[in-house]
């Protein structure tokens, strides 16, 4: 009896073996890669330093609203340089899970209905794992606390740190580091403040919507308003715009994203509010126009009586000028960065979407009588070329030795899906072992027939060849019209003086009409040689 539970035992692992899901491709000769979100692309957690309890406070859906006002609202400190929550008993720290991955991957992983709108880096981190990256060898995540300066030293040294610990878990390859939104400027003032250590682990970087000289338009309506971080019905059960507006009044990361002043705009970002004013007793409507530096004092007038209530204080938070003064210093740093000569620089940016540029308030019907009330009006832009949040100007503005440039059409959260981008990265990270792609004109050349041959014939050597490819591009400009375009073309040699020793070839090339983003390509040729 025993020996048949055993046969029967056996027969089950055998079968257990057999349906068991097939492991992962693994490419051993990939280099590692570090994914670094931007702002609000961290999960959080608030830790009790009384008993080291934890919960997740960003992002989440149940209670959202009550947890970001009791747990993520903070003051500045000027003397450190670092957001303090308010709650004094409370740390909040990024967890570590999945090498770092966890953290930037989903933002709440308890949703169900609706969980793409909190998707950060999942796609890309899927897509990626099919190419052949392993999470803990060749892939990894970099989250951090958001609400804090990029050049804050603590986040600098865990990024320090971080950097040398995938280091050595490669074997001592260098990292590709892929950054998106404002994890470019953070990593941006590492390079510049650590450069010996950023060429000394660092292959690559790949930054991703950056916003190297600010979004003015998204930024100047954040600090009057707030901003909403999912859109669609899930906004209702998350962070309302008022509780956000409390929170990032006091986030230096967030004035380290206003419009570059040094900045050469083509055309000038502007605060516009048109306003009821007397004259000579008189009531007049007029609109005014305020440039980034201006714009500042409407903030403060504007903030100036801004205050919430937390634990039963009236807490005031006003537009910070300390804050100010330490992003100015963080812009300083951001325009020194120089790309170390072994580090090689890459920049894809969004366009054709519409991207707030200027912001105005009121109307000649609904004036703005007094600025503390801007808070509670809804702001008209006027729109320029980029991703939706930042503009294409300021994202291709990097100031630095690039390899690359590319414009990707595509949203500013979004485009971290989007596979016109995997394409790219997937080049770039020598990951696609494609000769034929070129990721700055966006094409494709796929051969997908080859037939050649050769005889003799009265003494004449023939060669017929026959080629076929198709060219994929998402490029819609069909240049062979209608029909297919037929060209053909001759080529002779004679051997000088030796008439014996002659050759000639013709070819025909049919390009057919584009279909879904493929053209196909013919080529019929044949050469003829005599050689004594």
Same mark, same amino acid.
């Given at each position: ?120 880096f999942h796609d890309m981190i899927v897509e990626m794992i099919k190419w052949g990256f392993q999470e803990g060898k060749t892939l990894f995540g970099f989250g951090y606390d958001f609400r804090q300066s990029n050049r804050l030293q603590e986040t600098l040294d865990r990024f320090s740190a971080k950097l040398e610990s995938i280091y050595n878990a490669s074997g001592g390859k260098k990292i590709n580091i892929i950054s998106h939104s404002m994890g470019g400027l953070l990593v941006k003032c590492f390079m510049s403040l650590h450069a010996d250590v950023f060429e000394k682990y660092v292959k690559n970087w790949i930054a991703i919507a950056a916003p190297f000289q600010g979004a003015p338009g998204y930024i100047a309506s954040t600090f009057l308003n707030g901003m909403s971080f999912v859109e669609g019905w899930e906004q209702n059960f998350f962070i309302s715009k008022w509780s956000m507006h409390q929170l ?80 100015? #210093?963080?812009?300083?740093? !951001?325009?020194?960065? %120089? ?10 940016? /969004?366009? *054709? ?120 591009? #998402?490029?819609?400009?069909? !240049?062979?019209?209608? %029909? ?10 004679? /051997?000088? *003086? ?35």
């Amino acid at each position: 009896m025993a020996s048949l539970l055993e046969e029967i035992v056996e027969s089950v692992e055998m079968w257990l073996k057999l349906i068991k899901k097939p492991q992962p491709y693994v490419d051993p000769t990939l280099d590692p890669v570090l994914l670094v979100p931007g702002i609000a692309g961290s999960i959080l957690k608030a830790v009790d330093d009384e008993n080291g309890k934890e919960e997740r406070v960003w992002v989440r859906i149940l209670a959202a609203d009550y947890k970001c006002r009791t747990k993520l609202w903070s003051r500045f400190d000027p003397s450190t340089g670092r957001t303090v929550s308010l709650d004094p008993k409370t740390s909040i720290v990024v967890p570590e899970d999945r090498h770092g991955l966890y953290a930037i991957d989903v933002l709440d992983p308890d949703m169900v209905i609706g969980r793409e709108c909190v998707y950060y880096f999942h796609d890309m981190i899927v897509e990626m794992i099919k190419w052949g990256f392993q999470e803990g060898k060749t892939l990894f995540g970099f989250g951090y606390d958001f609400r804090q300066s990029n050049r804050l030293q603590e986040t600098l040294d865990r990024f320090s740190a971080k950097l040398e610990s995938i280091y050595n878990a490669s074997g001592g390859k260098k990292i590709n580091i892929i950054s998106h939104s404002m994890g470019g400027l953070l990593v941006k003032c590492f390079m510049s403040l650590h450069a010996d250590v950023f060429e000394k682990y660092v292959k690559n970087w790949i930054a991703i919507a950056a916003p190297f000289q600010g979004a003015p338009g998204y930024i100047a309506s954040t600090f009057l308003n707030g901003m909403s971080f999912v859109e669609g019905w899930e906004q209702n059960f998350f962070i309302s715009k008022w509780s956000m507006h409390q929170l990032l009044i006091e986030c230096p990361s967030v004035y380290e994203l206003m419009a570059c002043l040094d900045f050469d705009w083509e055309h000038i970002p502007l605060l516009e509010v048109w306003r009821e004013k007397l004259v000579d007793g008189n009531s007049h409507v007029i609109l005014e126009s305020y440039s980034p530096a201006e714009s500042v004092e409407i903030f403060n007038e504007a903030l100036s009586s801004n205050m919430v209530i937390h634990n039963g204080v009236n807490i005031p938070l006003p537009y910070n000028w300390e804050i100010l003064k330490w992003a100015n #210093e963080t812009r300083k740093i !951001l325009s020194r960065a %120089k790309v170390p000569s072994q580090v090689k620089f890459f920049n894809i940016y /969004g366009i *054709n979407m519409e991207t707030p540029h200027s912001v105005c308030y009121g109307n000649e019907e609904t004036p703005v009588k007094d600025l503390q009330e801007l808070r509670y009006f809804q702001p008209t832009y006027v729109c320029v070329d980029g991703d939706g949040t930042v503009p294409a100007e300021s994202a291709k503005a990097d100031g630095l030795n690039a390899e690359a440039r590319v414009g990707v059409p595509g949203e500013h959260r979004g485009i971290l899906c989007d596979h016109h981008v995997f394409r790219i990265l997937k080049h770039w990270l020598r990951a696609d072992h494609d000769p034929f792609y070129n990721p700055l004109n966006d094409y494709v050349i796929l051969p997908t027939a080859f037939e050649m041959e050769r005889h003799k014939e009265k003494g004449l050597q023939v060669t017929s060849l026959k080629e076929e490819w198709e060219i994929i591009s #998402e490029d819609q400009d069909n !240049l062979a019209g209608e %029909k297919p375009l037929v060209s053909s073309i001759t080529v002779s040699h004679n /051997g000088g *003086n030796n008439q014996s020793s002659r050759s000639e070839a013709c070819a025909t090339i049919v390009v057919h009409p584009q279909n879904e983003g493929k053209q196909h390509v013919e080529l019929n040729a044949v050469s003829v040689s005599v050689d004594a």
